[in-house]
């Protein structure tokens, strides 16, 4: 599998990766992660929150993103740069999320892409946008 190159980007190209955050992902990200906040774990402790019930760490739906960026486009071989997100809902067990990312800028002297982000639940709802920097692979 081979990423994108630079030449081969267009401003548009879009690229989505979908998955169903359950409460074993989000257990296994506490465990690597060492986020154990009881916001994600403990349920009698969530229910006292603005939420009521437990949610999935940000940054583990947020990693979604990586995912596109790093497997399909650009893909295999790119670097990433910086990422912006801006965390707009919270995700509850089993929900599906999918991450899209669209070019919106290519800056082709210094090996650049800019791509718009943005993952949603199974009901459309924008969970978390944001922008990405990477560098695509070279061949």
Do not use: W
Not at 15 to 42: C, E, R
């Amino acid at each position: 599998m081979k990423g994108f190159t630079i030449e081969e980007i267009e401003i548009g190209q879009c690229a989505s990766f979908s998955k169903t955050i359950t409460q074993a992902n989000v257990k296994l990200f506490a465990d690597i992660s060492g986020d154990l906040n009881p916001v994600h774990l403990d349920e009698g402790f969530a229910k006292t929150t603005i939420f009521k019930c437990r949610i999935a760490h940000g940054m583990l739906c947020g990693s979604l993103i990586s995912t596109v960026l790093g497997m399909y486009l650009p893909g295999p071989g790119s670097i990433y740069l910086k990422q912006e997100l801006k965390f707009t809902a919270p995700v509850h067990f089993d929900d599906i999320l999918t991450a899209t990312c669209c070019v919106k800028e290519k800056i082709t002297e210094k090996n650049i892409v800019k791509l718009d982000c943005k993952v949603i639940n199974q009901e459309g709802v924008v969970v978390i946008c944001g922008e990405a920097t990477i560098m695509p692979p070279k061949r």
